[in-house]
Structures are given as C-alpha cells and as structure tokens.
C-alpha cells in the first residue's frame, strides 16, 4: 500500500509512525507545508493529554515526560453567584492510576514525534519519505486511489490512501458539514501562582459567561505556573479592554479557593471559536483525523486526543487488514462507522455545553450545580465518566 499522509502535526506525526511500526509493507510519504529545517521545539502552545494518549506516544517511543507535568486531580466546580454552587473532584488516586492526563507545549510533543519519524525514515529509505516543504494543494478521486497536486509546479502523485492531518484553527478553516460559530473567544496565555501552585491540579470553572480553565505547567525560573483558557462571549467579553494586571484581579476572581493565588500573567492572545465537523471521515479514498474531521471547543479539552484516537483506530483496521485479506475499501468504511461512537457524543457534549454558556434561562445555574453536586456523589458515573475522558468511547 501507498500511504500519503498530509500534515505534520500531532496526529498526522502519530498516524505516521504507527504506520511505519504497523505496516510493514507499505510506502508512506509524510507531507508538511513546513519546512524540515524549522525549529518547532520552542513552540509554546499549550496541549492537554489524556491518559490513552500518554501510553500511545509511549509505545512510539516519543514521550518525554520531564517536558510535561502530569494531571492527578481535576477539579470541576460553578462560580458565583449561583444558588447551587456545586463541585466534582476527580483523582488519579480514586481510579487506581498514577495520573489522569498531561499538559505540555506543543513543541514539547511535536519535536520527538518528529525526531522518531526522522530516525525510522533514514533507516528505511526506501520506503519512508519525509516530504516538508510540499504543500498539497489538491486531492483527486482516480479509480485506484487518489492523485495528489504537491509541489510548485505541475507534480500529481498517486496514492492507494490519502489521511488529511492539517487542522488548524477554526477561523482559518473551510466550512465542512457542520459548522457553527459559537461567536464566542477564547483567551489563552499562562500564569504565575503563589508557592506551592496547582501540584499536578487541574481546574474548571463554569463562570457566568462561560468557562474557564487552569491547567498546570513545569515550574520555571520564575515559580509554579499555569496555562489559562477562558471562553467569554464575544459581545460580553469581560476582559478584552483590560490590561494584564486588571485581567489577573478578575480571573483570581474567578477562580475557587483551591487555586490559590495568582502572582503574574502573560500576554493573552484570543482566537475565535466554533464547531466545525465532517459528517463523515471518509471521501473515496481520502480520509481525514483529527482537527481536519472535527474541531471542537475546548470546553473539555479532549480535541487532540480524539485525533490521536482516530489515527489508532484507522492504522489497527488497516494492519489487520493485511492479516485477513479484507479489502482497502471495506477497511476504509468499516473505520469511519467504527468511530461514531466515540466521536459523535464527544461533539454533542462539547456543543452543548459551548452553547449552553449563551442561554440566559431562570434556574439554569441551578441546574448545572444540581448537576455537579449529583456527579460528586455518584460515584459509578463519575468512575465512568473518568474512564472516557481517560481513554475514549
């Protein structure tokens, strides 16, 4: 089998290497709009891995836990006013494991996915191809397969498959077949905490106008820090003609006691949100993972580690393909129904808690602590709930 795989991102990397692990036989071509020679490892974009993915990238060989800083404990609760406040805690403890996830930079993750694709593609030359630098700039349907446009000038590669990997962000995307703008924004950036900071904590906080999240980072020179993500409304955004040491007092505000005191804060940079999502992953022979099938709010964090998801579950049909004779095509659909079930309830969540944060309904504070509070005490949910936010549906 020739295989194209078209961004370098996290997932695209991920599919990429459990290929060339997974299939041996097949010839795999790595594509990237970058080129090879950029330094992405200073990339300080902020990820938030699940449990499921951590054992992934470990089985890949591409983990390196000292850049990352494990989440034990989360901790979901509704600011004021509300009549019910209303808290879940969550522990890696609870669930007899070590940790519940991991937050790093992206570059944290994206530089030893790259270093182990490059290290697997000189040792098999002759069928791992690494081409950055090569934008593609169209996919054709061909009776066997599809065609590629790549390259500067007139270039048409054919492919058994094709995996589109290049996401992105939502307001630099084509609309796919669901598609809604939340027109809300999301500010992100990081903090400084006060001695002894989060300690492995993660925090989310439903305020009134949507919800915001602390998650924890490495220590730096400076002390215990955090990644920050609040959602605001963009027509009731509460902190857009701030400055920083006014945006601090009003996040601290925010924030329950548990999170302790807030001592210094970056410069936040917003980005548009919505709901983008393919109806179906597959198209001929060009199937698509990741932020390329769905981009989703980051109200529960959990858009890489679907993609990753979705990469493991296309690269264990095709390597049992091979085993049983089955057919590209019958693969190929088998893997797009396959994964509904994982990713449909995780897009419904995500809209309508994204949505939810815009009704302005009596009660509805209410009900969302009601809720919480009922979580807390229902331990099998919880449990449950825990274990596919750990590992997926």
């Known amino acids: 089998m020739k295989l194209a795989v078209i961004g370098a991102g996290p997932a695209g990397l991920a599919l990429a290497l459990l290929a060339a692990e997974r299939l041996a036989q097949a010839e795999i071509h790595l594509f990237d709009t970058r080129p090879l020679d950029r330094d992405i490892s ?30 034990r404990t989360v901790h979901v609760s509704q600011a004021p006013p509300a009549p019910i406040a209303g808290e879940v805690r969550i522990s890696a403890a609870e669930q007899g494991l070590p940790q519940l996830g991991a937050v790093l930079p992206y570059g944290a993750l994206v530089a030893p996915l790259q270093q182990r694709w490059l290290e697997l593609a000189t040792a098999q030359r002759e069928r791992l191809f690494t081409r950055f630098g090569t934008a593609v700039h169209a996919i054709r349907s061909n009776p066997g397969g599809v065609e590629l446009d790549c390259g500067e000038g007139p270039v048409v590669d054919s492919f058994d498959l094709a995996v589109v990997a290049e996401g992105g962000v939502f307001a630099e995307q084509d609309r796919k077949s669901i598609t809604s703008d939340y027109h809300q924004n999301a500010w992100v950036g990081t903090v400084h905490l006060g001695p002894p900071g989060l300690q492995g ?4 906080r439903f305020t009134r106008n949507g919800p915001l999240a602390l998650l924890p980072l490495p220590d730096d020179a400076q002390g215990p820090r955090a990644a920050i993500v609040w959602c605001l409304p963009q027509a009731e955004d509460d902190i857009a003609t701030l400055n920083d040491a006014q945006r601090l007092i009003v996040i601290q505000q925010q924030l329950p006691a548990v999170a302790g005191r807030l001592t210094g804060i970056s410069a936040l940079k917003c980005f548009p949100l919505g709901l983008n999502a393919e109806t179906r992953l597959l198209q001929g022979r060009a199937l698509r993972i990741g932020n390329a099938a ?32 089955l057919g590209l095509d019958a693969v190929l659909a088998r893997v797009d129904w396959q994964r509904a079930p994982d990713r449909w309830p995780m897009i419904a969540a995500t809209d309508f ?6 009704w302005r309904l009596p009660g509805l504070p209410a009900l969302r602590g009601l809720a919480l509070a009922g979580l807390e005490l229902a331990t099998p949910l919880k449990k449950a709930l825990a274990h596919r936010m750990m590992f997926g549906g």
């Open 201 to 204: 904590l993660a925090i989310e």
């Open 294 to 325: 769905q981009t989703l709010h980051p109200v529960a964090g959990q858009g890489l580690n679907l993609g990753l998801r979705d990469a493991q579950a296309l690269i264990d049909a095709l390597r049992d393909a091979t085993e049983t004779g």
């Open 353 to 358: 808690l994204a949505r939810s944060f815009a």
């Open 42 to 71: 200073g990339d300080a974009r902020t990820l938030a891995l699940n449990l499921g993915s951590i054992r992934l990238l470990q089985r890949l060989h591409a983990w390196q836990p000292e850049s990352a800083q494990a989440i």
